[in-house]
């Protein structure tokens, strides 16, 4: 294609040169380009001289080929529309049949993408045939590939074509290869969704049967979700029936990634099976993930401890996971007790008052002392839910001693963590609590030793005063803030300049005019050539702030403008370079 005669088809010359390149990330730019190359020639020549190029052209790189593969899925408009879609399948089929998985999986999507774009007679002339074609392919490749293609084809097609397909899908699951087992378990859901539930039962079941038996672990816990599909056909005296069990046996499977995934679908698997068998069966097997040998099993139990917890009910909780909760505050591992701490508030609406004092706020406690950060600041982060029922009197009473306790941690770590979680617990507890019992604490930390402290302090303020609002933060922390720059260490007032410039932003022009503005007029003759650098740094952030405003602009050409020519002839140089850039700049 020699188009670097006509001028407006030139950069598509360019393109596809690049596409011959030797280097590989220029063809790649070339190929995120594609769809740009397509319009400039139009549906026919797209048709009759790109996708036969693209197709001698699938001997690449495999960042190159995957996306290629996502490119193609939305080309149908550009080789003509639906009629024309099905010129796309050729490439996407080789693509399908690579040996690099992550290649196959974007060929797979941009299939049953175009798939939905084909009528009754291209798909029996073009798709059905490549899916035949993937499906009995010699390589595995091509067989985990078709495994992927089923449900996007199976409700446009006749009764004739979705008996054979059945067929041939039942043949991937029962594929020697593990590899393909594994790409036709993780495919069943999606195929059984769109069966009727006689073909689920006479046909499905079975397969699922054999492929939750598999000797492969790494094919059984890909099952989990397709017993859920099943089990949300079938009424609870059908799934007790044909899948108890099933279920029984990957409950208590000896591969813990099988346990994992069970655990993890544990609230799904539930409401699925039907509350028979999650009282026959269920309960005992919730507590057996609890108390799992693998951390990561226990830890996936946790997170579904609220859901769980609302099937069984307020009484089965108390009586048998609030037991095993209490000995998860303190299990082994740190990822286990931060899945307790980010969840066990979720059962604070099942327990109601009386119940969470007597047996949640404990837990709590326990967990906001964790030596590991990540425990505390999840327990931290989902105060809402508890506050709502037992009010922020009783919480504050037996919580907030342990979180200022964290607050004035010796371990800056610790405190700094306390510090980003503040905002979010002052929005959950309110303007009051915060006053009273939190801001003075935040106002300490603009005063510590350590200078990470001060600057999450100050980005703390900024968040609170988008909590809060603008009065707010006017009436109650800034006047504290400012009255720092007065401090003989000069520390604070450069903590004040930080401060005040990182809370800018949130509040109007106004305040910055009558507030923040005057504050730092008055540090440009400190002493110390650091302070007076970091004032020129903090007009040159003023500045834009108070030009969007019209009654604050004025400001700028007057006050500001003035502090810096000041601030320009210092006798520091890095003062004065400060203070003409901000000058430059504005």
């Not at 390149?21 to 790649?28: A, F, P, Q």
């Not at 074509?161 to 590899?179: G, I, K, W, Y």
């Amino acid at each position: 294609m020699n188009m670097e005669e006509n001028d407006e088809l030139y950069p598509v010359a360019v393109l596809i040169d690049e596409l011959k390149h030797e280097e590989v990330n220029l063809r790649l730019n070339a190929v995120k380009s594609i769809s740009t190359i397509a319009l400039a020639l139009g549906p026919e020549r797209t048709r009759d001289e790109l996708i036969p190029f693209l197709n001698e052209s699938l001997d690449d790189e495999d960042e190159v080929l995957m996306t290629l593969a996502e490119q193609l899925g939305d080309f149908v408009e550009y080789v003509g529309g639906p009629n024309y879609a099905y010129v796309v399948l050729k490439t996407l089929e080789s693509l399908a049949a690579v040996e690099e998985a992550s290649v196959r999986n974007k060929a797979v999507e941009s299939l049953s993408k175009i798939c939905e774009s084909l009528d009754q007679q291209q798909l029996n002339e073009y798709y059905i045939p490549l899916l035949r074609r993937l499906s009995a392919g010699d390589w595995f490749t091509s067989r985990t590939s078709a495994a992927g293609l089923y449900a996007a084809a199976y409700s446009l097609s006749s009764p004739a074509v979705q008996s054979e397909m059945r067929q041939l899908f039942a043949q991937l699951c029962n594929d020697d290869t593990p590899m393909v087992r594994r790409a036709a378990a993780s495919n069943l859901a999606k195929l059984t969704k769109k069966l009727q539930k006689e073909h689920v039962v006479g046909e499905i079941i079975p397969l699922f049967s054999t492929l939750a038996q598999d000797e492969q672990d790494s094919v059984r816990l890909l099952t989990v979700e397709d017993l859920i599909s099943i089990a949300e056909i079938l009424t609870s005296e059908e799934t007790e029936e044909k899948l108890l069990e099933i279920i029984r046996s990957l409950c208590s499977d000896k591969s813990w990634r099988v346990r994992y995934m069970v655990a993890e679908n544990f609230v799904q698997l539930s409401k699925a099976a039907g509350v028979d068998i999650v009282r026959q069966d269920l309960v005992g097997f919730f507590i057996s993930f609890l108390q799992d040998s693998e951390g990561e099993v226990r830890s996936a139990a946790a997170s579904q401890v609220p859901g769980f917890g609302e099937i069984i009910g307020k009484e089965e909780v108390l009586e048998h996971l609030l037991p095993h909760l209490k000995d998860l505050v303190s299990d082994q591992s740190q990822h286990v007790r931060a899945s307790v701490a980010s969840h066990i508030s979720g059962l604070a609406p099942i327990l109601g008052k009386e119940d969470i004092i007597q047996h949640l706020l404990p837990l709590f406690l326990v967990l906001l002392k964790d030596e590991f950060p990540d425990v505390r600041l999840n327990i931290i982060s989902k105060l809402e839910q508890v506050n709502k029922i037992i009010g922020i009197e009783l919480l504050s009473q037996s919580l907030l001693p342990a979180i200022v306790e964290l607050a004035e941690d010796k371990q800056w770590r610790v405190r700094l963590a306390i510090i980003e979680y503040i905002p979010l617990l002052a929005k959950q507890l309110g303007v009051e609590f915060f006053d009273e019992k939190l801001g003075n604490l935040c106002m300490s930390w603009l005063g510590d030793s350590v200078y990470s402290i001060r600057e999450a302090a100050t980005i703390n303020l900024k968040k609170l005063t988008e909590v809060f609002g603008v009065e707010w933060a006017k009436q109650t922390i800034l006047p504290k803030v400012l009255a720092m720059a007065a401090h003989p260490n000069y520390l604070y007032r450069m903590t004040t300049i930080f401060a005040i410039t990182t809370m800018a932003s949130a509040v109007t022009p106004q305040v910055i005019k009558e507030s923040i503005l005057p504050t730092v007029a008055s540090l440009i003759s400190d002493p110390i050539p650091n302070i007076r650098f970091n004032v020129a740094k903090a007009l040159e952030t003023l500045i834009p702030l108070l030009k969007a405003s019209p009654e604050t602009n004025a400001v700028v050409e007057g006050e500001v403008k003035s502090a810096l020519l000041q601030l320009s002839e210092d006798s520091d140089a890095d003062v004065k370079f400060f203070a003409k850039r901000a000058l430059t700049a504005n």
